[in-house]
């Protein structure tokens, strides 16, 4: 039965998507606001999921938070801060933290997560010092103009899904 429905949604879905016909486009987002709202009221928690992937059509690098989540959890070494932490130091330090439709916070912070795994040792031997011996805060602050190195990049090689292979 459940293979029969997702056989019968597929087939709705590569019909109306192939036939550019703009009636058929708002039956199939008449339909899914529908069951957005039946989601919203009777399964909260999974309706806010979908809605965070729906979000990624806004910007250029965009990570949902559990997607954000699962890689800095796997990160070796492993990364430094939580998104509690991150935010709070990007807050007193005023930092950006997104930039429509560049990049949203959860990519901002994978990215300077993914620098400060890769890279901190370097970068703080290149400001003169060792992870212990030099300003956290400028650290911070070089990292994130590192990040936002990547996720700005002109030419729009870097691409956070693709690097972590969603």
């Not at 002109?154 to 956070?160: K, Y």
Request: glycine fraction near 4%; proline fraction near 3%.
């Amino acid at each position: 039965m459940k293979n029969e429905l997702k056989n019968r949604y597929e087939s709705l879905y590569g019909y109306m998507a192939s036939s550019r016909n703009p009636e058929y486009m708002k039956a199939f987002g008449s339909v899914m606001n529908e069951m957005m709202d039946w989601m919203v009221d009777n399964k909260a928690d999974a309706a806010s999921e979908w809605i965070d992937k729906l979000s990624a059509i806004k910007w250029r690098n965009y990570l949902t938070p559990h997607e954000a989540e699962d890689i800095v959890s796997v990160m070796s070494p492993k990364a430094p801060w939580s998104r509690d932490v991150w935010r709070q130091a990007m807050e007193a330090l005023g930092l950006e933290m997104e930039r429509e439709p560049v990049f949203n916070t959860c990519a901002l912070w994978v990215t300077m997560n993914m620098i400060y795994s890769d890279s901190a040792k370097t970068i703080a031997n290149i400001m003169g010092g060792d992870l212990d011996s030099i300003d956290a805060n400028e650290l911070v602050k070089a990292i994130h103009a590192l990040a936002l190195d990547k996720l700005t990049d002109e030419d729009g090689v870097f691409n956070i899904r693709r690097y972590f292979c969603l």
